[in-house]
């Protein structure tokens, strides 16, 4: 079964930093385009970032560019995300989902989230 | 960029069909995909509907998708409410730059 499993979320202040982590299991990950997706409390989903497979391409949503650095590491079958310049705004659960293969932008696995708390 | 608005709840009694709509800002609902996902209470989404009106395996016949370009909106209908379908609902899109879209979300209540 796919595993996806979030770590590194806290409580940081404004301005500070934080990097998630993605690990990911029993697939080929490094065949695969892979997201972040965030929640704030009580609200919808947005989508915050796409690496693809060979991290060739990598798009962000505006609120984050050039505050967030999205990776991955195909050898250590992990997904990184790197946050800098933290506001209040990007509290939220920040969710690993994978894209089903074959086109379509689809989100077919997704971890269990992890929360960040921006805060003074 | 486009927008895609859904309606913020909807409520049915179980047995009865409900039907969720997400409607496209600008451009057509018809030049790209649209998918819908189920967000149980404290659980993660999980894809209901892919490519507009696609069932992964394990997800029953009861729900169903389509897209209709003269209102510019996608549709999730679920036919045969059960108690287990409560949830929030979200559609989501892409734009020509590979930037993904979701809807605000719909709360579904089986009374």
């Known amino acids: 079964e796919v595993q996806l499993v979030e770590s590194g979320g806290g409580l940081v202040k404004p301005g500070g930093s934080l990097r998630l982590s993605c690990a990911a299991s029993?697939?080929?990950?490094?065949?695969?385009?892979m997201n972040w997706v965030r929640q704030a409390p009580g609200k919808g989903l947005e989508w915050v970032s796409s690496?693809?497979?060979?991290?060739?391409?990598?798009y962000y949503i505006d609120s984050v560019k050039g505050r967030f650095t999205v990776s991955r590491d195909n050898a250590k079958k992990s997904l990184y995300l790197q946050m800098d310049s933290l506001r209040d705004e990007d509290t939220a659960v920040y969710y690993c989902?994978?894209?089903?293969?074959?086109?379509?932008?689809?989100?077919?696995?997704w971890g269990q989230g992890t929360l960040v708390r921006v805060s003074s | 960029n486009f927008m895609l608005t859904q309606p913020h709840s909807v409520s049915e009694s179980p047995g009865k069909t409900i039907t969720i709509s997400c409607t496209r800002s600008s451009g057509s609902i018809a030049s790209n995909y649209v998918q819908w996902y189920q967000q149980r209470p404290g659980s993660s989404p999980t894809t209901v509907i892919y490519?507009?009106?696609?069932?992964p395996s394990g997800v029953p016949d009861r729900f169903s998708g389509s897209i209709d370009a003269s209102s510019n909106s996608a549709s999730l209908s679920i036919s045969g409410l059960k108690t287990e379908d409560e949830a929030d609902y979200f559609c989501q899109s892409y734009d020509d730059n590979n930037h993904r879209v979701f809807g605000g979300g719909t709360k579904l209540t089986v009374l």
């Open positions: 989902a994978r894209d089903r293969p074959g086109g379509g932008s689809v989100f077919d696995y």
């Open positions: 029993e697939f080929t990950f490094g065949t695969y385009t």
């Open positions: 490519e507009d009106n696609q069932r």
């Open positions: 690496i693809s497979s060979n991290s060739n391409y990598i």
